[in-house]
């Protein structure tokens, strides 16, 4: 097997996802490429030697452009805050590395465009760990679209609610909640949620081409963990948006950390001429299909139970009946990110898709400053 060494930035929540996915993949996906959990970097030595204990990383580093000059390196994970994510990506990339970087690509859309720039000046594989495009029902749907069977498309719908923000002592900043520090996350829900559901939309339904949106900020100043100090709130806490996709079908998006109850409810419904889909990540097995060109007694909505075989991914895990879950999203990720190495094949989403994704969430934060349409 050819390895393939991993050099991963950062080590929080998803730190543990990727590596998890590096460590799963050659278990149940057959590859010439072995991941290689080479090194991994942070400021803070003691924290990154425990996280490389546990997830078996052969090397620590505490400066990522020390990483960078390693020739025992081949592909950079970039798990840091967003705001680390362009400098990281781009010196990746001139050191001839491949970048995998979590999402939101970047803090804006100009950051954006000169990641993508220095990706395919270099040449080198890229891709962002929009996950969810990886569930087997989500995979499922997307098979289902491109297979005509909803016929032209009148709506789609997303949401992703949470509400872990609702208390006003949730600092910004910091490790924990640098996700409320627009310095660190560019903005609030628009890019760490929303940007899920608008990656899903552009993959399932095709490119967006002007939206109206608003947001709130319910909470208005919060102690900034790294100061102790009060100071103004410059991060979206809700953003709704309404869209026109290009092939002429209505979008409607809902994104905040102030739903009461719900801690990620991601859900989508596609309403087409013939047939209606909708998803719901915390019943992520499941399908829910309506044909209306079923016979008309037996008409009604089925709910299908993505476990068979046959289903996208599952023919690799258990036996049928068995259920898979989040975490497994970002395996297949990684599985797939191996094949298109063997094939040589683009993989998606690329740092170019996901750019596209920047670009609505862009233009959403402007319609809703301006209280005004934009196109994207
Ligand atoms: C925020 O709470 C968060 O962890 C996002 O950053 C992830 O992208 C999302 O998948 C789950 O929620």
Redo the contacts with the bound molecule.
Sequence with gaps: MKPLNIGMVGYG?MGRTHSNGYCQAPHFFESEYKPVLKAVCARNKEKAEQFASVWGYDSVETDWREMLKRDDIDAVDICTPNNLHKEIAIAAAEAGKMVLCE?PLALNQTEGEAMCQAVEKAGVKNMVWY??RRVPAVTLAKQLIDEGRLGKIFHYRANFL?D?TINADVPQGGAATW?LDAEAAGSGVTG??LA?CIDTAIWLNGGIKDVSAMTETFVKERVHADTGEKKPVKIDDACSCFCHFDNGSLGLFESTRYARGHK?LYTFEINGENASIRWDLHDLHRLEYFDHRDDSIVRGWRSVHISDGDMPYMGNWWVPGLNIGYEHTFIHQVADFLKSLETGEAFHPSFRDALETQKVCDAILSSANERVWKNV
């Design positions: 929540f999402k996950n969810y949470q872990w996700r760490d949620l899920h990620a």
